[in-house]
């Protein structure tokens, strides 16, 4: 006993390889490859690994992409595929965005100003920044871009001025899981609010649904506008923040404003690149332009002007340590899609469903849907590998099409406040530390209860007055 305490994590991680090694030794299903079946016991004994936590996550997520390389489950090319994905390093580009905020002072201005409109509570702080979210959703089609390049900064900001001078540290926690669901409703609400949307409309339309802008909108605009009032509310009740009111914040924000001055050079120039951002954020996609490649472009400015050097980047640990362990998710999570382990699941769930009544049938489809996401590290992959199926075998349940369509598209987003891992803003947010893994998991499960409730329950009876069913 004395040994097992000793060696704790030695001993979790030899409970993780042998859980690992058990899975990989169950013949797989009919259907399912081996090399299928043993990444799955890879990334199942690495999520496992990564909530235990006998080491640090990066190092749990290298022990897992390790295994999969070694056993040759996947090639070295493979492993590291996803060390140049996209979305990946917008994460990381978002970090230093929000190191630029924060060093010019851009940032505790605008955090200043917030808790100067909206200061008199904690909650009210956490709704405005959910509003900002909302506000700019229907124009800024990447939610990474949106959760991690505007109001992370801010939210930063706000929980440092808090946590720094009233010792507050749960505050930080609210605000942050406040914001990161928060930015998962406002992704659900409009055609335009996730890089994955258009994607949705485009497989609907393949399989004879039409979906458009503002019949997406007004079919999201009761569930998502009572989500966005109840979700944040359950966060504020579980977190429980210390400093729930604030009567001296006005004061206090008008009062640092104040001791601030006029803004500065790099706040200007901050601000420049900020409003930069914007801009290429809501028009690049008309002109092809990526919102990783426009957060490059930000990123090099900031470089150039000298308001972040480069070493600042190199101490922006939290950066790189997430880019490492969201690097290594990504691939274990699609590489268990292009084998074909998600399209096996896909077809085990039609074959249970036939014959059902169609409410019944549908709703357990939408469920698996939505609770698979856990398997997932993006909303758009899990999109690609499950949206078009189960649309189809809702439909043949006999689901009104639109009505099946636009369910699985608001879950679709719905289903990234799940996990640390699951969508773009969730590393970046996460990243932040105010949020322990096991309270993330908690918290995005009472979440998901609250929104299928919300969109299940009050959305239908409103898509019923729509006439969608």
């Given at each position: 006993?004395?040994?097992?305490?000793?060696?704790?994590?030695?001993?979790v991680f030899a409970a993780l390889c042998l859980l690992g090694l058990i899975i990989a030794c169950i013949s797989p299903p009919q259907g399912v490859k081996p090399q299928a079946w043993h990444l799955f016991a890879i990334f199942f004994a690495t999520i496992f690994g990564i909530i235990l936590k006998p080491y640090p996550m990066s190092v749990i997520s290298l022990f897992g992409l390790t295994a999969a390389v070694a056993t040759n489950t996947l090639t070295f090319a493979d492993a590291f595929s996803s060390f140049s994905n996209e979305v990946v390093w917008l994460v990381v580009f978002a970090f230093f965005v929000a190191r630029g905020f924060i060093m010019t002072g851009l940032g505790s201005r605008m955090?200043?100003?917030?808790?100067?409109?909206?200061?008199?509570?904690?909650?009210?702080?956490?709704?405005?920044?959910?509003?900002?979210?909302?506000?700019?959703?229907?124009?800024?089609?990447?939610?990474?871009?949106?959760?991690?390049?505007?109001?992370?900064?801010?939210?930063?900001?706000?929980?440092?001025?808090?946590?720094?001078?009233?010792?507050?540290?749960?505050?930080?926690?609210?605000?942050?899981?406040?914001?990161?669901?928060?930015?998962?409703?406002?992704?659900?609400?409009?055609?335009?609010?996730?890089?994955?949307?258009?994607?949705?409309?485009?497989?609907?339309?393949?399989?004879?649904?039409?979906?458009?802008?503002?019949?997406?909108?007004?079919?999201?605009?009761?569930?998502?506008?009572?989500?966005?009032?109840?979700?944040?509310?359950?966060?504020?009740?579980?977190?429980?923040?210390?400093?729930?009111?604030?009567?001296?914040?006005?004061?206090?924000?008008?009062?640092?404003?104040?001791?601030?001055?006029?803004?500065?050079?790099?706040?200007?120039?901050?601000?420049?690149?900020?409003?930069?951002?914007?801009?290429?954020?809501?028009?690049?996609?008309?002109?092809?332009?990526?919102?990783?490649?426009?957060?490059?472009?930000?990123?090099?400015?900031?470089?150039?002007?000298?308001?972040?050097?480069?070493?600042?980047?190199?101490?922006?640990?939290?950066?790189?340590?997430?880019?490492?362990?969201?690097?290594?998710?990504?691939?274990?999570?699609?590489?268990?899609?292009?084998?074909?382990?998600?399209?096996?699941?896909?077809?085990?769930?039609?074959?249970?469903?036939?014959?059902?009544?169609?409410?019944?049938?549908?709703?357990?489809?939408?469920?698996?849907?939505?609770?698979?996401?856990?398997?997932?590290?993006?909303?758009?992959?899990?999109?690609?590998?499950?949206?078009?199926?189960?649309?189809?075998?809702?439909?043949?349940?006999?689901?009104?099409?639109?009505?099946?369509?636009?369910?699985?598209?608001?879950?679709?987003?719905?289903?990234?406040?799940?996990?640390?891992?699951?969508?773009?803003?969730?590393?970046?947010?996460?990243?932040?530390?105010?949020?322990?893994?096991?309270?993330?998991?908690?918290?995005?499960?009472?979440?998901?209860?609250?929104?299928?409730?919300?969109?299940?329950?009050?959305?239908?009876?409103?898509?019923?007055?729509?006439?969608?069913?």
């Open positions: 006993m004395d040994f097992l305490r000793k060696n704790k994590n030695i001993c955090a200043y100003q917030v808790m100067h409109l909206l200061g008199k509570s904690t909650l009210g702080l956490g709704y405005g920044l959910v509003a900002t979210d909302l506000i700019l959703a229907p124009t800024i089609p990447s939610v990474t871009a949106r959760a991690g390049g505007v109001i992370f900064p801010i939210l930063k900001s706000l929980a440092e001025i808090f946590t720094g001078k009233s010792h507050d540290p749960r505050l930080g926690a609210f605000l942050t899981l406040a914001a990161f669901q928060g930015s998962a409703i406002t992704s659900a609400m409009f055609l335009t609010s996730m890089a994955g949307n258009p994607l949705i409309a485009q497989l609907a339309k393949d399989h004879g649904v039409v979906l458009t802008w503002g019949g997406w909108a007004m079919a999201s605009i009761v569930p998502g506008l009572l989500s966005l009032i109840v979700v944040p509310y359950a966060m504020y009740w579980f977190v429980s923040p210390t400093i729930r009111y604030t009567p001296h914040a006005k004061e206090m924000a008008k009062e640092r404003l104040a001791q601030m001055g006029p803004m500065k050079k790099d706040e200007w120039i901050m601000l420049g690149v900020f409003i930069l951002l914007l801009v290429l954020w809501i028009f690049g996609p008309r002109f092809e332009l990526k919102a990783t490649v426009a957060a490059m472009i930000g990123l090099a400015i900031m470089l150039l002007t000298g308001i972040l050097k480069w070493k600042d980047a190199l101490e922006e640990t939290g950066a790189w340590d997430t880019f490492i362990w969201f690097s290594t998710l990504v691939t274990l999570a699609s590489f268990l899609n292009k084998l074909g382990m998600t399209t096996w699941f896909s077809t085990w769930v039609v074959s249970n469903v036939t014959g059902l009544n169609w409410i019944v049938g549908f709703l357990f489809v939408a469920l698996v849907y939505f609770y698979t996401h856990y398997f997932f590290a993006s909303n758009v992959a899990h999109i690609g590998a499950m949206y078009a199926p189960l649309l189809i075998v809702s439909i043949a349940l006999g689901a009104p099409p639109e009505l099946a369509a636009l369910t699985l598209a608001f879950f679709s987003n719905l289903f990234g406040g799940l996990t640390h891992y699951g969508s773009g803003p969730a590393p970046i947010l996460f990243g932040a530390g105010y949020v322990s893994i096991g309270e993330w998991w908690k918290m995005g499960f009472i979440a998901s209860l609250l929104n299928i409730t919300i969109w299940v329950v009050i959305g239908g009876l409103w898509w019923k007055v729509l006439g969608l069913w």
